[in-house]
């Protein structure tokens, strides 16, 4: 499952553990209407963050979605945030919705990485982004494991809306691969794609929605009129 142009590697593999506080679990009311306003929504119990509806929660994969991706990073020194990450953080704490990170770490399954070097790497996310993220979550697994966390699973998904108290339907999902859509899909929630030039163009293709960055990804999942459905 190496991808081309991996520098060396299985390049598709971030993500890691790391409890945070869940200050803001459960969507924080953000004006009339409930969680993250656009009033008259509220109520649709269930089906999935639809377009218009606000997310219960937004899932980021983390590397190459939320952070460059190292292959098999444990050093936090070399965490580089990806174009609009930090804002688009931001928006959606302004909105109270909460923020967690779904994210393979198969390096830890491989003796390639340990789960501290894993949590100390997340740390360093948190920190760039202004604070500790409400959820993270990672499948320590490979492959050949056959868990039911490993993305495209719907593990991690399920786990990280169970832990912030929100239904799986009403999270959107947003990461750089198909296998991120995939549990995605697989957990009723809404996936949507922010490509780099590592993700293949099927990937692209048959996602269900495609933004050119972190940013105009949580606007559009906002309801706002900057997302495209295909890429640019
Ligand atoms: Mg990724
Ligand atoms: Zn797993």
Known sequence: MSRAGGAGGPAREPGAPRES????????ADGPGGPGGLGGLGG?????????????????????????????N???????????ARAAVRLLRARGIPVGVVSNQSGIGRGLLTEAEVREVNARVDALLGGPLDVWVHCPHVPEDGCACRKPAPGLVLEAARRLGVPADRCVVVGDIGADMGAARAAGARGVLVPTTR???????????VCRDLLGAVRHVLGR????RRPV
């Open 74 to 84: 444990g050093d936090p020194e070399r965490v580089r945030l990806m174009p609009g």
């Open 225 to 228: 009129p900057s997302a495209v």
């Open 44 to 72: 649709l119990g269930g089906r999935a963050a639809a377009e218009g509806a606000p997310p219960a929660a937004v899932l980021f994969d983390r590397d190459d979605t939320l952070i460059v991706d190292v292959p098999y």
């Open 21 to 28: 506080p869940g200050h803001r679990a459960g969507a924080t």
């Open 199 to 209: 993700t293949l163009p099927a990937e692209v293709a048959s996602a269900p929605a």
